[in-house]
């Protein structure tokens, strides 16, 4: 029973062509996250919402936008991909402040052409 | 500011060998733990968790304890199969926060 769903799983896109990628959870989770991953590193967190409060981080460059029209979805708008874009891209979520773990969408691999 | 210091890889073992991989932290606050596997392709999965010292957490023969004192959660296992070989991640929460903050990964390769 898939509980963070993300769409789709591969993404190719065009250098400069604004690309969304989508996720979903059934968890009911306060909290979702978005978080870069290039080959061999660890994931960078990009930004999270705390229900509709959003919280980016200072590094995250203005290229990368996020939506999250209810509970239940979240999207991260890329609007002019580059090169150095590629990457997976993690979306995940969890209850909310304090002890709980996040839970994870196997991921969208964005590739850029 | 919160981080997690893992040992490097990759780390190559022979099926049935002892694992360990070391993990340190720095906090501010009183952080849960985590351990998440990643296979090849995939997502994140929690391994396991501790919430407070000295609690240890445990899934499919992994173990790691929650050390204040020394800061630490290293990830053990007495007895490597191959499908163990994955990346390895550790991880921390801070009590009064959201974010989730990642070491940088071990590489695990475990050889038949």
């Known amino acids: 029973d898939a509980m963070v769903i993300q769409n789709p799983r591969y993404q190719v896109t065009q250098f400069g062509k604004p690309v969304t990628l989508s996720c979903s959870q059934t968890l009911n989770h306060n909290v979702m996250y978005w978080y870069q991953q290039k080959s061999s590193q660890a994931p960078k967190l990009l930004f999270h919402?705390?229900?509709?409060?959003?919280?980016n981080e200072a590094d995250t460059p203005d290229n990368f936008q996020s939506r999250r029209p209810n509970t239940s979805f979240c999207f991260l708008d890329i609007r002019s991909p580059g090169l150095g874009d590629a990457a997976m891209y993690l979306c995940?979520?969890?209850?909310?402040?304090?002890?709980?773990?996040?839970?994870f969408g196997q991921g969208t691999r964005l590739t850029v052409v | 500011g919160d981080s997690v210091t893992q040992m490097e890889g990759p780390v190559t073992l022979s099926e049935e060998a002892f694992l360990t991989i070391n993990c340190t932290y720095t906090?501010?606050?009183?952080?849960?733990l985590f351990w998440y596997v990643q296979y090849p392709g995939e997502g994140l999965q929690l391994l396991l968790k501790?919430?407070?010292?000295?609690d240890k957490g445990s899934n499919k023969g992994f173990e790691a304890t929650y050390r204040k004192e020394t800061t630490s959660f290293h990830l053990e296992k007495g007895s490597v199969q191959v499908s163990d070989s994955a990346v390895y991640f550790c991880a921390l929460r801070d009590s009064s926060a959201s974010k989730i903050i990642f070491g940088s990964g071990t590489r695990l390769s475990i050889r038949p």
């Open positions: 995940a979520t969890s209850k909310g402040q304090g002890v709980t773990e996040a839970f």
């Open positions: 919402y705390y229900d509709k409060d959003f919280n």
């Open positions: 906090a501010t606050g009183y952080p849960s």
């Open positions: 501790a919430t407070k010292a000295d």
